[in-house]
């Protein structure tokens, strides 16, 4: 596998929790993997062995090189490609001024990066790849390596993360990729006039995937599909919605090493202590437990529906409940919440960190968890939720559609600020006027299984129809 980012090693968001969690699964199943990603600066090699030296990496014009090291994590090796010149730098995918200038070529150092790997360390049958930052590897595996005898019988898995982000560059950069004009086309990397990585991904491998079956559909669709979405509808023979799961050695208020107390489905007594616990961490009032904490965390983007709660926010600074938010991203976002908690301190705190031990407290000491985004490939902070007796209030739409029913949350459609606002009041209802209702729902919730078993069985299946191991037709979306 091939990504940007994994946990416990570096995370942004949820491509992360996947690139941590999902590879061990696979492993346990007997489906030998590794994982391929850059050294960022923030990566601590501590326990790492270094395996290459000099790994040679043909970016466009210039030569650069690498060496790689090493970290077995649950029965899985994760490769880290070290190339000072591209990664050892602040922030992964931007600085204080923007984007970095050169994605491009940084990420097109770390498909160079992968396919060394699998050339020298690492022999897969199956490249898969994850997102923009993984997607020039199958158009650089087709392009060069087609007769090399290292690469016979590969093949490529693409998964689409999110189809917002398209690592889209100027047509000038294709020469420091290293990639002919000809690639230039419209049924290739050509999208509006620009080199799009996540096209080349789309087009040149050999089978896609995204996180949702929800999702699988919506992307086919020009509400959904960022201007791809007649190339998804071209490629839907080929292309499945698998949903993520949880890695419950991580979250789960059993064994939760941040929370304040624990809990579990049979004995919810720990969770009030933990509301407690996160209303202090917040600064919010602890004088009435039956005031209902609404939490959020989530990065601050366009996509997570915020704009929804700027629209309703003078209704909502006259209800009687406490939102805690923890979030980074977009300042306008961080502003509104701000702005709230400037009118009503008593019901409205921000955290604007990245805080891995908050956003468990956010989990566990909420009574209901707010996720109106826009669209949504997945989402794990819902399911999260579920595990925490937290029940979710969400927008019907790609993996909070396919996660969250009547019998454990809250969902709302069409996409509009009346209609989260109908859901929350009905939620606010259960929760005030039906208490025996309302546990019901945390306990289901609690008790569902969003373990990554399916899903990695799902992918093992792709992966042997792939490498031809298995002739059964593998179902597309
Ligand atoms: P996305 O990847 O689109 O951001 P997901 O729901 O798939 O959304 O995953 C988000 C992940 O990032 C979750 O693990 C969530 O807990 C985490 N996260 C988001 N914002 C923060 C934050 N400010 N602090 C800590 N964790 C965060
Ligand atoms: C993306 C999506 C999110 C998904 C995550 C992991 O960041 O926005 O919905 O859960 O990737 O697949």
Known sequence: MVTSEATPFIKTGGLADV????????????????????????????????????????????????????????????????????????????????????????????????????????????????????????????????????????????????????????????????????????????HHGRVNFLKGGIVYSDYVTTVSPTYAGEIQTPEHGFGLDGLMRARAGFLKGILNGVDYSVWSPENDPHIAAAYSAGDLAGKAACKQDLLAEFGLPQDDPDVPVIGIVSRFATQKGFDLIAEVAHDLVHWNIRIAALGTGEKQYEELFRHLASVRPDRFSVRATFSEKLAHKVEAGSDIFLMPSRYEPCGLNQMYSLRYGTVPVVHATGGLEDSIDQATGFKFRPYSAWAMLDALRAALTVYATGKPTWRAMMETGMRRDFSWNAAAAEYATLYRHLAGESFAAFGAS
């Not at 070290?82 to 990664?87: A, G, I, L, S, V």
């Not at 923007?98 to 790997?117: E, I, K, S, Y």
């Not at 020039?136 to 016979?152: A, H, M, R, S």
Request: with cysteine; proline share 8%.
């Open 19 to 190: 690139l941590g969690s999902l590879p061990p699964a696979l492993a346990a199943r007997g489906v030998e993997t590794a994982v391929v990603l850059p050294r960022h600066r923030a990566i601590s090699l501590e326990g790492a062995e270094r395996v290459w030296d000099s790994l040679p990496l043909l970016v466009g014009p210039y030569q650069y090189y690498a060496s790689v090291w090493r970290i077995d994590r649950q029965g899985v090796p994760y490769f880290f490609i070290d190339c000072p010149p591209f990664f050892d730098r602040d922030g992964i995918y931007a600085g204080p001024w923007g984007d970095h200038w050169d994605n491009d070529t940084r990420f097109a150092a770390l498909c160079h990066g992968a396919l060394g790997v699998a050339r020298h360390l690492f022999r897969p049958d199956i490249i898969h790849c994850h997102d923009w930052q993984a997607g020039l590897l199958p158009v650089y595996l087709k392009q060069f390596f087609q007769g090399d005898p290292t690469f016979y019988g590969v093949r490529t898995v693409f998964t689409i993360h999110n189809m917002g982000y398209h690592g889209s560059f100027l047509k000038e950069r294709l020469y420091w990729l290293g990639l002919p004009e000809w690639t230039f086309r419209p049924d290739l990397l050509e």
